[in-house]
């Protein structure tokens, strides 16, 4: 009961919508992860990324899986010619890494991630499938993602209910 308390409060002002619009389309949580993102305008970047690295298969399997999402403006923010060198064939490794460090295994909600940081003096860390953690912390009334390089990004749209897991979009792309 505590604890749901606590994690209720601590989401406040980020809780879920029944089909929440991102990128202009509707998030249907029957569709897969792959399914849903081909949709949102705002990830065309991440979207022909998962297909350059060969992913398309793993994230619309069974999972679950959640993705931090990053928009295409945190794809615009990275360096000049960052994305492009990325999506280059030679570099399919590099992205894959890239890309699985915005992965984390199982469902993970809003909702979890202020749970955890509640028992665990204000953060919530989850290792990702590519090998590294991600650190989350309440800062006003939203969730920062931080890695242990200085990479800091803020969760803009959050619990966006997958068939095989959550997507949550994210404003920066985190570079392990």
Do not use: C
């Given at each position: 009961m505590l604890a749901t308390a606590l994690a209720a409060g601590a989401t406040a002002g980020?809780?879920?919508t029944t089909n929440p619009m991102v990128g202009g389309a509707a998030m249907y949580p029957t569709n897969n992860i792959v399914e849903n993102a081909v949709n949102s305008k705002d990830h065309t970047t991440l979207?022909?990324?998962?297909k350059a690295a060969g992913l398309v298969d793993t994230l619309s399997g069974p999972g679950p899986f959640t993705v931090f999402a990053p928009t295409n403006e945190a794809f615009a923010k990275l360096p000049a010619g960052t994305v492009d060198t990325l999506?280059?064939?030679?570099?399919?490794?590099?992205?894959?890494?890239?890309?699985?460090?915005?992965?984390?295994?199982g469902r993970i909600t809003a909702a979890d991630i202020a749970a955890k940081a509640a028992q665990n003096?204000?953060?919530?860390?989850y290792a990702t499938v590519q090998?590294?953690?991600?650190?989350?912390?309440?800062?006003?009334?939203?969730?920062w993602v931080a890695?242990?390089?200085g990479h800091k990004g803020?969760?803009?749209?959050?619990?966006?209910?997958?068939?095989?897991?959550?997507i949550h979009v994210?404003?920066?792309v985190m570079i392990p």
């Open positions: 980020i809780a879920a979207v022909a990324a998962v999506l280059k064939p030679e570099n399919k490794a590099q992205l894959t890494a890239v890309l699985t460090y915005h992965v984390v295994p003096m204000g953060k919530a860390t090998g590294e953690t991600l650190t989350f912390t309440k800062s006003g009334k939203g969730w890695d242990d390089k803020r969760i803009t749209i959050p619990n966006v209910m997958q068939s095989n897991g959550v994210i404003d920066t």
